[in-house]
């Protein structure tokens, strides 16, 4: 495994550890739809919610919260509908959020920042 997949593995570990401390029950992690992936589904007072998660280390000159690109914000629109259609979800209960993680390798401190319905 390369280095960057393990910073990205540990990062959704961390949001995975987040949203279910704040109340998400999570439905699935890293959800192969066709060729497409969903990071995280989970849910929360009836509503599903698909997350993306980017993780950075602070000595990467770009932010976790720059990482999504309109690119790979429409491969996880297109994700999404696939998954919503094929489990006869109402697309009025689906929401997408973000979770940026800023990793400090020397302090061993993450940084997270959950923007919700992105979308």
């Known amino acids: 495994m390369y280095h960057q997949q393990k910073i990205g593995n540990f990062g959704e570990k961390l949001a995975k550890n987040y949203l279910t401390k704040h109340g998400y029950k999570i439905l699935a992690l890293n959800k192969q739809i066709s060729h497409k992936e969903i990071d995280i589904i989970a849910s929360i007072k009836g509503f599903y919610i698909f997350i993306e998660v980017k993780t950075r280390l602070n000595t990467n000159p770009y932010l976790a919260e720059e ?35 800023t990793l400090n390798p020397l302090t061993k401190i993450a940084k997270i920042k959950h923007f919700k319905d992105i979308v």
């Open 67 to 101: 990482a999504l690109s309109t690119f790979k914000l429409r491969r996880l629109k297109r994700a999404i509908s696939s998954y919503i259609y094929w489990k006869e979800i109402n697309a009025d209960l689906v929401r997408v959020d973000f979770v940026a993680i």
